[in-house]
């Protein structure tokens, strides 16, 4: 058994690899200019076709709209070189997708403290670490990581939380409202401290969850994810 295991993990490990060279080679392909698009196709060894591509002006952007038809029209009519093309046009539209998908927009932390005063009480001058809930936002998903803390009574505990991890599909948030949290009176006069922006995030009809961010910054990272919404339902919809 524990051979059958070791060598289903060296093969998940070596296609995990492969995937992140496929990235790593065709990210930012829609920039390419010719002379580039007949760099990739001479490595995959269609070189042969080096100055039909580059005679042709095909671009990056362009790439993904050739069809057969159009490989045959460039002169390319050796039937399994035009498969070749075909088959690494797709890997690369895929490829290019799967990047778009996962691209990260923006990563923020959970606000913890309304002033540095309690930032360093509730640490024990700093010496015990934080544990925020964080944020992940990309073009298709908004990624939270959200901590159940300890506590006893009212202080928080640095250590021993749990925490749960919910990736909300952009398409199906249906309302994003913000509210603001004022920093205790004594805190906000005495400790120079300031508020809290929160982000009630609905989705997948009535779940909610909150993203918790300094103030002032709600208003900007609002306007971020329902922008991201919006482009994530516009492609849902033409799909």
């Not at 046009?89 to 895929?94: G, P």
Request: aromatic share 8%.
């Amino acid at each position: 058994p524990d051979a059958v295991a070791d060598y289903f993990e060296k093969k998940r490990k070596k296609k995990k690899n492969k995937d992140a060279d496929s990235i790593a080679e065709i990210e930012g392909y829609e920039l390419w200019s010719p002379d580039a698009v007949a760099d990739y196709f001479e490595k995959k060894g269609l070189g042969d076709y080096r100055e039909v591509l580059i005679h042709h002006k095909i671009s990056g952007k362009i790439l993904p709209q050739l069809t057969d038809t159009d490989l045959k029209d460039m002169g390319i009519e050796i039937v399994g070189d035009r498969c070749r093309f075909r088959d690494l046009i797709k890997h690369t539209s895929r490829m290019g997708r799967q990047i778009q998908r996962t691209k990260v927009i923006w990563k923020g932390e959970e606000q913890l403290w309304f002033s540095a005063f309690e930032h360093c009480c509730s640490t024990c001058c700093y010496l015990m670490p934080e544990d925020p809930s964080t944020y992940t936002l990309t073009n298709s998903h908004l990624k939270v990581k959200m901590v159940n803390p300890y506590r006893c009574g009212p202080c928080r505990l640095s250590c021993c939380n749990e925490y749960s991890i919910n990736n909300i599909d952009l398409s199906q948030v249906e309302d994003i409202d913000q509210h603001g949290i004022p920093a205790p009176f004594y805190q906000e006069c005495f400790c120079c401290g300031s508020g809290k922006d929160v982000l009630d995030v609905k989705y997948n009809d009535g779940q909610y969850v909150g993203i918790v961010l300094s103030q002032d910054e709600g208003e900007k990272i609002s306007s971020l994810l329902l922008n991201q919404v919006e482009e994530a339902q516009l492609i849902d919809r033409d799909l």
